[in-house]
């Protein structure tokens, strides 16, 4: 039996065209090593492209000079079009009778682009301003693969990320865009981390970009979660800002020209907090030692495994680094930060909380490192 977390998956609305979620692992490829760790892998050529990232504060005109929304949302199709921006990457993307904003962007980039949209939860409920607030993808090309991460740490609305593979042209490379909880430092923290792991375990490699709302500033436990799984970030800006785009040291893209949009200043605000506009360009790039962590566990319906231990070193056994999802008895998650041959020890822990029973477990970097816990 699949668990719960495995039904947000089924949320995922694309159009025009769909695929098969590939952040739900296949038991016989997904971690292929092949995929994560064959150094005569070479990025395929392709040229660099522009990528924005921006939460539309779902239908809400305050703070902008916009007579409606449909007018604000053109002022952004309009900025895309002058920079040629090839990939957005949207938050609170908000749908109402009458209003859909997902649809108004659609209408107004016009053909050649695909776009996938999920619902996260229910927006500013019982004011005048309550709407299906959700997060979208938008990809001038086909995007591939749609997918919805649904977060197993879920302290106050409900939070997802909306992924989905880039095609060729644009480097092929599993992005995401996401919006972590505002309110609940650890719930925040904890939803960092699984963006940070899940979400590459699931693709199979590093080959990711995260981008979105993340809710905490640069120097922010949030990020420094972020930051120890690998990833970097692409735009050296106002270290304040909340949102960011976060490449994997692995993946073979380097960010250039990055700079906050939308602030008032060289186009007019859209929303309550700026964008960011960065572009992608291939680079050749050392593949990481990578370690595999398997648990063989069932941990029942509702519940999930995570990970504490050495093998973490900036969050050791303090917090839990939570693992994906590939069977009901299988729990996996992809690690490139640990050196060849290093020794650690770990636990695997249910929901975070209770913890595997008996002595730690030794692991050794760069292999696969298979426990059968028991709580």
Not at 259 to 270: H, K
């Amino acid at each position: 039996m699949k668990h719960a977390w495995i039904v947000g998956l089924l949320l995922v609305a694309c159009s025009p065209g769909t695929g098969d979620d590939d952040d739900a692992l296949d038991d016989d490829d997904a971690l292929d090593d092949d995929d994560a760790t064959d150094d005569d892998d070479v990025a395929s050529p392709w040229e660099p492209f522009k990528l924005l990232t921006l939460n539309l504060h779902c239908l809400k005109q305050e703070g902008t000079p916009f007579p409606d929304v449909a007018a604000r949302l053109q002022a952004v199709v309009d900025f895309v079009k002058a920079e040629e921006v090839s990939v957005l990457a949207l938050q609170e993307v908000c749908r109402r009778e009458g209003e859909d904003a997902q649809q108004i962007l659609t209408d107004a980039l016009g053909d050649g682009w695909t776009t996938s949209w999920a619902s996260a939860h229910l927006g500013w409920e019982g004011t005048s301003d309550e709407a299906d607030e959700g997060l979208a993808l938008f990809v001038d090309g086909t995007l591939e693969n749609p997918g919805v991460l649904e977060y197993f740490h879920q302290p106050g609305l409900r939070r997802i990320a909306v992924t989905g593979t880039l095609p060729a042209h644009l480097g092929g490379l599993r992005i995401a865009s996401i919006h972590l909880d505002v309110g609940d430092a650890p719930g925040r923290q904890a939803q960092a981390r699984e963006s940070a792991g899940r979400i590459p375990t699931a693709h199979g490699n590093f080959d990711v970009v995260l981008a979105g709302d993340f809710n905490a500033p640069e120097a922010s436990p949030t990020l420094d979660g972020v930051r120890a799984a690998g990833f970097v970030d692409t735009a050296d800006l106002d270290p304040d800002r909340i949102d960011y785009v976060f490449s994997h040291r692995a993946a073979p893209v380097e960010g250039s020209a990055g700079r906050l949009v939308f602030t008032g200043e060289s186009e007019d605000p859209v929303s309550d907090h700026p964008g960011v506009l960065v572009t992608l360009s291939p680079i050749a790039v050392e593949i990481p030692v990578v370690t595999r962590m398997t648990a063989n566990v069932d941990v029942g319906f509702g519940h999930f495994a995570a990970l504490r231990g050495t093998l973490f070193p900036s969050t050791a056994w303090d917090v839990g680094w939570a693992m994906e999802p590939v069977a009901a008895d299988r729990w996996e998650l992809l690690i490139s930060e640990v050196p060849d041959q290093q020794a650690f020890d770990y636990k695997v822990l249910r929901d975070d909380a209770e913890w595997q029973t008996g002595d730690d477990v030794e692991g050794i970097g760069g292999t696969e490192n298979t426990t059968s816990p028991t709580f």
